[in-house]
């Protein structure tokens, strides 16, 4: 489950990680409101205005603006907020701004500051720090660098030496040695760790309790003064998790979602659209997957991954049919299960069910591969049907209806 920016902040907030002050609004004349209080509080002369959506590379898009005055913070939200705003990580469309985070320019000098360094000045460093989970080593791992900001993906591709990675043991946690190493790695002297132990074991400690699996902090900031301050939050939870995380369960936000991908999951079905012209019902992610690397073969393009489970019944294998249907790309469905909770006799009813109680007429080829339990059975069931389906024993037979279905249209 993705999150807001401002969630994000929120969440490390209770773990006592610094961040900047900031105000979440939904109009202009309450980015005013907002900018007002962020100016008093902060005694700076900018603040940061940035569009909430689930998206990254806001700043490349135009998402994160500089304010100087509360005129500036008016025409800047307005011409945020109801726009949609287009991102290296968006679709030709963009996404859609219904929120807005007013924040502290951590890198802006407050008067009093200003004063007192007379003629110094100490730029802000950036750098990128995040945690994941590497399923390879079944580890967390911290990911680092000295080079942060909005061009840390080309840094990543083209210096790859410039990326740390530290590997946790699940047994013992992270350590202090470990938060010293990457202290040093980053550059830190020994007056600037203190204040950087204490930020990433705070860091940490919220991953873990919160069942994330990604924190990603691009920018880091060492502030002049040896602050570390998480500038920029984006913070990926565990879907499978929520049932324990009731509180954050709360701030999954649908209007950012595909419907379509909502409707999935509240039918229960693990479900992910594609650019494709195939759609793919089966049960098993592994399976799901060689399914998808079988229609590549053929010449097909996946539609999506749409897994039905292992507790599937008939009602079920008919909202998968809906959900395929509603994309106008599909030119034919693949049916690939095998049976093993999931009796094949199940997945014919549901599929029979389907074509009776679907408003409009199933028109596009559909080809079903059905191994396992109560194989012979479902065939059967299918046969006496007479519906226009294919029906196949092996993953070849499938690959070869598609290419002819895909050759012909």
Do not use: W
Not at 183 to 194: H, R, S, T
Not at 208 to 213: F, P, Q, T, Y
Not at 364 to 373: A, E, K, M, S, Y
């Amino acid at each position: 489950m993705n999150l807001h920016e401002f969630q994000g902040r929120e969440i490390l907030r209770s773990f006592s990680v610094n961040i900047p002050d900031g105000v979440v609004v939904t109009t202009p004349e309450e980015a005013v409101e907002a900018a007002k209080v962020i100016f008093k509080k902060t005694n700076k002369t900018s603040l940061v205005i940035k569009a909430q959506i689930h998206a990254g590379g806001r700043g490349k898009g135009g998402g994160i603006q500089i304010a100087k005055s509360l005129e500036e913070v008016y025409e800047k939200s307005k011409n945020l907020l109801g726009k949609y705003l287009i991102t290296p990580q968006t679709s030709k469309k963009g996404k859609f701004v219904r929120k807005i985070l007013i924040s502290e320019d951590i890198y802006s000098n407050s008067s009093k500051m200003r004063i007192t360094m007379k003629n110094c000045f100490f730029s802000p460093k950036e750098y990128y720090l995040s945690i994941l989970m590497n399923r390879d080593i079944e580890k967390n791992v911290i990911l680092y660098s000295k080079e942060g900001g909005m061009e840390i993906e080309d840094i990543s591709k083209k210096h790859p030496d410039k990326i740390f990675i530290e590997e946790i043991d699940p047994f013992f946690g992270l350590q202090l040695f470990q938060v010293r190493k990457i202290g040093y790695n980053l550059g830190f002297n020994e007056e600037v760790i203190k204040y950087f132990k204490h930020f990433l074991i705070s860091l940490y400690k919220a991953y873990l309790s919160c069942d994330a699996l990604l924190l990603e902090i691009n920018p880091l900031i060492k502030t002049f003064d040896h602050q570390i301050v998480a500038v920029d939050i984006k913070m990926v939870l565990d879907d499978n998790a929520l049932f324990r995380q009731k509180k954050y369960a709360s701030f999954r936000d649908q209007q950012e979602e595909d419907p379509v991908e909502i409707e999935a999951f509240e039918a229960k079905l693990n479900f992910l659209k594609l650019e494709g012209n195939v759609g793919c019902m089966v049960n098993g992610a592994g399976l799901a997957m060689a399914t998808m690397d079988m229609i590549k073969s053929c010449g097909g393009n996946p539609a999506n991954f749409l897994d039905i489970g292992g507790s599937a019944d008939k009602d079920r294998v008919e909202k998968a049919f809906r959900i395929i249907l509603k994309d106008p790309s599909v030119q034919a469905i693949l049916i690939n299960i095998f049976g093993g909770i999931v009796r094949c006799d199940t997945v014919a009813e549901g599929i029979i069910n389907s074509y009776h109680n679907i408003d409009h007429k199933i028109k596009i080829p559909v080809i079903v591969r059905l191994q396992g339990t109560n194989e012979l059975v479902a065939k059967k069931r299918l046969e006496n049907s007479q519906l226009p389906i294919y029906f196949t024993s092996t993953l070849k037979e499938a690959a070869d209806r598609i290419k002819k279905i895909l050759m012909i249209r």
